[in-house]
């Protein structure tokens, strides 16, 4: 495997090295940039996906949540997962976070990092991805298509994960996409998966973190947090949805609901703007992970 990185020094961290190469799946060169803390470590250490409505999947996104935690003391590692808009990835794009927690763990020398205090964070698309590798991971779907080499066969389990507006059932979401939106073209659920719900629902239930609910899992300490005006993703049969799914089964959950914020705020608002949404969960999130990593 090629590993083309860069690597920068910032004075509040240790230093980012962005572009490493994580994984090769299908022939696709997975990437990633990597944020870590000041001082010797070993670090606790989050696996971060981003956003992008499964067509575009760009770790880039994650920087300013990468600098925060990492001059919080926890090291970051953001990632880049396979789009529907190359290729029908479900469930290769879960196998792509899994292979990134691999990779991390597989690398915790290099790192400075703790192999068994690692967690997992996505927004909208990549909270989705990432709540199915942290409920589901072990299932035979994921781990009989996580191909041969790399570091397969290292553990893949999480501490933590951290889902920010995800979706969490898919045929709530493909329902919603044709209310809302009605074009084929913008059912971006169905693209991912390759067919619609009446041709294939036991696809869309594998596909759902909700359906992946067990009370043998709940270990998994879960921060959910969304905003209550959110038109892309419904909260109501997403997060909330979620919540009530999880703390049945007694997971310890945080809920962060952001009173009249939509969608695309993680991503696109500066955490340290007075005011702003991401500036309102920022040390609600950065507690979460303190405790639970």
């Known amino acids: 495997m090629t590993e083309n990185k860069t690597a920068e020094a910032d004075t509040a961290i240790g230093s980012i090295e962005s572009d490493i190469v994580y ?24 696996v971060a ?47 792509d976070v899994l292979a990134a927690i691999q990779f991390v763990r597989a690398s915790a020398a ?25 409920l589901a991971g072990d299932s035979p779907r994921f781990q009989d298509r996580q191909p041969v080499g790399g570091h397969t066969g290292i553990e893949t389990s999480v501490k933590a994960f951290a889902g920010i507006y995800g979706v969490y059932d898919m045929f709530a979401h493909w329902q919603h996409e044709i ?59 997403q997060s909330e949805a979620f919540r009530r799914a999880l703390k049945q089964a007694g997971f310890p959950v945080a809920e962060c609901p952001v009173v009249g914020a939509g969608h695309f705020w993680f991503s696109d608002e500066p955490i340290e703007e007075p005011g702003s949404h991401s500036g309102f969960i920022a040390p609600r999130l950065l507690r979460f992970f303190k405790r639970h990593l």
């Open 23 to 46: 994984a090769v799946h299908d022939g696709i060169e997975l990437r990633g940039d990597f944020y870590r803390p000041s001082g010797a470590g070993p670090f606790p250490v989050v």
């Open 49 to 95: 996906a981003p956003g992008g409505g499964w067509f575009v999947s760009d770790p880039r996104g994650l920087k300013s949540w990468g600098l925060h935690l990492a001059r919080q003391g926890i090291a970051v590692f953001a990632v880049q997962y396979r789009a529907a808009l190359a290729e029908k990835t479900f469930p290769g794009a879960v196998c």
């Open 110 to 134: 290099r790192f400075a990092i703790d192999p068994e205090r690692i967690g997992l964070m996505g927004s909208s698309a990549g909270a989705h991805v990432t709540a199915l590798a942290a």
């Open 179 to 237: 209310t809302d939106f009605g074009k084929a073209g913008e059912r971006r659920s169905e693209c991912f998966i390759g067919v619609p719900p009446y041709e294939d629902r036991q696809l869309y239930f594998d596909a759902s973190p909700i359906s992946h609910v067990r009370r043998a899992a709940n270990k998994l300490a879960v921060f959910l947090a969304y905003g209550t005006a959110d038109h892309v993703v419904s909260p109501s049969t």
